[in-house]
């Protein structure tokens, strides 16, 4: 028991055991930090920003953005905004992007990480064609969409009459007045945040939503009918569609309609 | 009053530049300088010359990020630089965490933390690991790990941008030093400062020890923030290599001159 190369094996053993042991609990400490640093995907990034994964992989934290940034909007995040640590964001409740067109703030980032070739049309910068996120109304709150007349975000919009329109309704309850209802369209809007800003009820009615929660997706198993074009969407499609044989669909559509046993069943006897 | 400015003439120089740079990143958000932009990992001095983090960018790549030829350059520029003067000079002369780290240290001498010897120190070789955490961690959260935790982030974006909570951060670094292990942080657990001992390797500026002029006094000892390069103070004329940072602190304190700062041929080094 008290051989010499016995301890020397026990001390050996004990330092690797002691080596992999501190190297998990850093492991599990820095890895449990990292994945709740990214928790908050509640984000509104500069314009011309990949998506997030990708963002938050080419950004070096280097601030030039927020340097560039003449309205002082884009800020860092800090250790405790759940955002990826040292990365930039804006908040339109406080402050909104002017959209300026040389673009600062992208043409200044060292990665593509704010890709200034997304916003870049024949050559030329197009801060319009930036997508932050989407402006989406809230119709119980806003102010128009309760009769009143309000304008606010409309005016404020850089794009107005084309990001944010105005829809006339008439107004049954009062019978003499109309709604002037502003309607987004994610065409045109740029979520840079002024109506947003400009919002005059307590908590804003219109609201800049990141583009991953705000945005649906039609997918390729509908198809607008009514627009050639937009049958090739059908070729992408990779679903594949399979039908669970019921009783309904065990005939054809066609058979199913004309027959009397079949969905009409019940209709023809009256 | 020259007397003071010249036994600590490193120090505060070292200070100087830290705190310059600072003021000039502040500057460069606050009031549009134009002279140095970016952080510390990655930064365009003058407009033109692009700087970039080897580190940093490492894990960038490791993260799979494409590396624009920017930073490229940025790197390469930086190697060069640490491959001569040696890497961790950073350490001492440029990275705010260091004013940190050295009021601890300092702290500790005062307070005589450092007499009693820690049965259980940590071991400096820590760091080297927390580099193959980070690599590891970057690969598989596609980010860069570890400038989602550096301090020196923290710190450079806190004083330039605004700290948010980050400040606890680095006064659990400070309590870390004081308390629990003499230059816990710059010394045993950075990765950058691994990193750049491992680029710095063959620099040619060194600090040199003359062992005729060594008098024994061991004061080198006690202020060295990597006393374990120190091993052949006394007995042999020799470069300080490895993990020296270039704070000159052994230049100030000896009283004997048996240290210079000196370039070596790349042989002898």
Not at chain 1, 39 to 56: M, Q, T
Not at chain 2, 198 to 222: E, M, P, T, W
Not at chain 2, 232 to 247: D, N, Q, Y
Request: glycine share 8%; aromatic share 10%.
């Amino acid at each position: 028991m008290n051989n010499p190369n016995n301890k020397k094996r026990r001390d050996f053993l004990e330092k690797v055991m002691k080596g992999v042991g501190y190297s998990a609990l850093g492991v599990i400490a820095w890895s449990s930090y990292l994945s709740q640093s990214q928790s908050n995907n509640f984000i509104l990034r500069p314009p011309g920003a990949l998506s997030e994964n990708d963002f938050v992989s080419m950004c070096l934290r280097c601030g030039m953005c927020v340097e560039a940034c003449p309205y002082d909007v884009l800020k860092l995040s800090t250790i405790s905004d759940e955002i990826s640590i040292g990365t930039p964001y804006f908040t339109p409740r406080e402050e909104a992007c002017r959209l300026c067109p040389d673009i600062p703030c992208a043409s200044h980032c060292p990665t593509k990480a704010l890709d200034i070739k997304s916003l870049t049309i024949d050559n030329k910068l197009s801060i319009d064609s930036a997508r932050m996120g989407l402006a989406t109304i809230n119709i119980q709150s806003c102010l128009a969409y309760l009769g009143l007349q309000c304008t606010m975000c409309i005016r404020a919009c850089p794009l107005a009459d084309t990001a944010i329109v105005l829809k006339t309704e008439r107004n049954e309850r009062t019978g003499m007045h109309a709604f002037l209802k502003p309607v987004v369209d994610p065409d045109y809007c740029t979520g840079c945040g002024m109506c947003e800003h400009a919002c005059p009820t307590k908590t804003a009615s219109i609201k800049i939503l990141p583009l991953h929660i705000s945005k649906g997706d039609i997918g390729s198993h509908y198809v607008v009918g009514w627009e050639k074009e937009d049958e090739a969407r059908i070729s992408e499609s990779s679903l594949e569609v399979t039908l669970e044989k019921t009783k309904r669909n065990e005939k054809s559509v066609i058979d199913n309609l004309n027959d009397e046993d079949g969905i009409l069943k019940g209709l023809y006897n009256e | 009053m020259n007397d003071f400015l010249y036994k600590y003439r490193f120090l505060l120089l070292r200070r100087v530049v830290q705190i310059t740079l600072l003021i000039t990143y502040f500057g460069a958000n606050a009031y549009g300088w134009t002279l140095i932009r970016g952080n510390l990992s990655s930064a365009l001095f003058f407009g033109f010359i692009p700087l970039s983090d080897p580190f940093a960018t490492l894990q960038m790549f490791f993260a799979g990020a494409v590396i624009s030829m920017d930073v490229l350059v940025g790197v390469a520029v930086v190697l060069f630089m640490y491959g001569v003067i040696g890497g961790r000079f950073f350490c001492s002369w440029v990275c705010p965490i260091n004013i940190i780290t050295e009021t601890a240290s300092w702290l500790r001498r005062k307070l005589r933390f450092s007499d009693k010897k820690k049965k259980n120190p940590f071991s400096r070789n820590i760091r080297y690991w927390v580099i193959v955490i980070s690599l590891g961690l970057s690969f598989f959260f596609s980010f860069a790990a570890f400038e989602m935790v550096s301090p020196i982030g923290i710190a450079f974006r806190g004083v330039v941008f605004g700290f948010g909570m980050g400040w606890l951060f680095l006064v659990a670094i400070f309590l870390f030093d004081l308390f629990s292990q003499s230059h816990g942080w710059c010394g045993h657990i950075c990765p950058l400062g691994g990193f750049n001992t491992l680029i710095g390797r063959y620099s040619i500026v060194k600090v040199i020890h003359d062992s005729d002029k060594c008098i024994n006094a061991q004061k080198c000892f006690k202020v060295c923030p990597e006393v374990e390069i120190l091993a052949k103070v006394g007995k042999e004329s020799v470069p300080i290599s490895g993990a020296c940072v270039k704070c000159g602190r052994c230049i100030e304190v000896c009283p004997s001159d048996a240290f210079e700062v000196s370039i070596v041929s790349m042989a002898k080094g």
